[in-house]
């Protein structure tokens, strides 16, 4: 009897162990027809995955060798010592490289007598963290404004830096404007500034802590991804986690993009004012300095997933996110932006619904481009700016 019993207990071990055996088996071959067959594959950074999903196959493995590239340089961010400013270390890969000044693109000549300079400055969807040169914003802008003036040699130079809000931007830019030369002063930084006043306050706008590699912030390093658990490298639990929002998107049938938006409390919208005036005092402050210089500067707002109409799946999935993650934060982008107004002191170019009527997806993860939408961006910054540089010919 007893015998008995120990058989069927080792048994029952045996069969635990089989069905652990199994289960594990199963994880093992869902991670690798996940990772090989599905947009899932790739789970180390969320950058990439959301990639995947709205970035054709080419565009898709040139981000991945991108980012590879770009995880490379490792400590790569360089502080001017007494001010907020920081920019690359100069340093080539196969896919970008970066200038003695910080920036991406070939090292600054000579200015040549029939030449026009825009330093474009901004954040990563300038630099174009996942882009090949000529998917970037200011290579676009400069190819459409060569052909607008063929009888000139147009320079746009790319001077986008992961994280810039506009009180880097600005003084980045004094910084090296009369080093390069410049005619126009772009700045492109809006969504940084309004995500960090939101998450932060506007104490000074600081978004890092002293010595913070800016770069772990803002992008997840991918060596460090492969140290994690497992659980959160798993293409599967990342189906799984997929599977939950979109449940909980389907249950949440109400939520109709601005008309459910989460309202601004007082305080908040308090803090989206003062950002406001913030912003608007420093870009005036930055136009006048330039100005002195002989430089014109001009300010864009860019386009916005809340106001992009229609929504792609992978868009309202993102904007319902921000809801769920960080009510308020959606009505604080809105708010900004009506605060905002077109001008010429300084000027200020708006591209709010730059993307309305295009239902497929153009902002991957909510905030950055896709080559095409960066190529729409681009192009509209050259036509809001051809006017002008009519107009100082003309001087």
Do not use: C, W
């Not at 990639?51 to 995880?71: G, H, L, P, V, Y």
């Not at 070939?106 to 300038?126: A, C, L, T």
């Not at 200011?138 to 790319?158: A, C, G, H, S, Y």
């Amino acid at each position: 009897m007893r015998r008995s019993k120990r058989i069927d207990k080792i048994r029952s071990v045996k069969s635990v162990f089989l069905a652990l055996f199994l289960i594990a088996l199963l994880f093992a071959v869902s991670e690798l027809i996940l990772r090989e067959f599905s947009s899932f594959g790739d789970t180390l950074n969320n950058v990439e995955y959301y990639a995947s999903i709205a970035f054709t196959e080419e565009e898709r493995q040139t981000a991945i060798k991108a980012r590879e590239d770009f995880a490379s340089i490792g400590e790569r961010l360089v502080g001017v010592p007494g001010t907020v400013i920081f920019h690359y270390k100069k340093v080539r890969t196969d896919s970008f490289n970066f200038n003695s000044f910080g920036f991406r693109g070939e090292e600054p000549q000579k200015k040549e007598e029939n030449e026009y300079r825009i330093g474009v400055v901004g954040d990563s969807r300038i630099l174009g963290i996942l882009f090949v040169e000529e998917n970037t914003i200011p290579f676009v802008m400069q190819k459409r404004l060569q052909e607008e003036f063929p009888d000139k040699k147009i320079t746009v130079f790319n001077m986008g830096i992961e994280g810039y809000d506009l009180k880097r931007a600005a003084p980045f830019a004094e910084l090296n404007a009369e080093k390069l030369e410049l005619d126009m002063s772009v700045f492109y930084s809006t969504i940084v500034d309004i995500n960090n006043s939101f998450l932060r306050g506007n104490d000074d706008y600081k978004p890092f802590k002293p010595n913070e590699s800016v770069g772990e912030v803002m992008i997840e390093n991918i060596e460090g991804n492969r140290r994690r658990p497992l659980f959160q490298r798993s293409a599967v639990m990342k189906v799984i986690t997929e599977t939950f929002y979109n449940d909980s998107i389907q249950k949440s049938g109400s939520f109709e993009k601005d008309a459910d938006f989460v309202p601004l409390i007082p305080e908040f919208e308090a803090r989206a004012d003062d950002l406001l005036f913030k912003f608007k005092s420093l870009a005036k402050k930055t136009s006048d300095n330039l100005g002195e210089k002989g430089i014109k500067s001009v300010f864009f707002t860019p386009p916005l997933l809340q106001m992009k109409d229609p929504l792609s799946p992978a868009e309202y999935k993102i904007l319902y996110r921000n809801e769920v993650a960080l009510p308020g934060l959606n009505s604080y982008f809105l708010h900004f932006e009506k605060g905002i107004s077109e001008g010429e002191d300084p000027v200020f170019f708006k591209q709010s619904y730059l993307f309305k009527g295009y239902s497929e997806t153009m902002f991957y993860d909510g905030i950055h481009y896709i080559p095409k939408s960066a190529k729409l961006v681009g192009n509209n910054m050259a036509e809001r700016v051809i006017p002008l540089i009519k107009e100082s010919f003309k001087k």
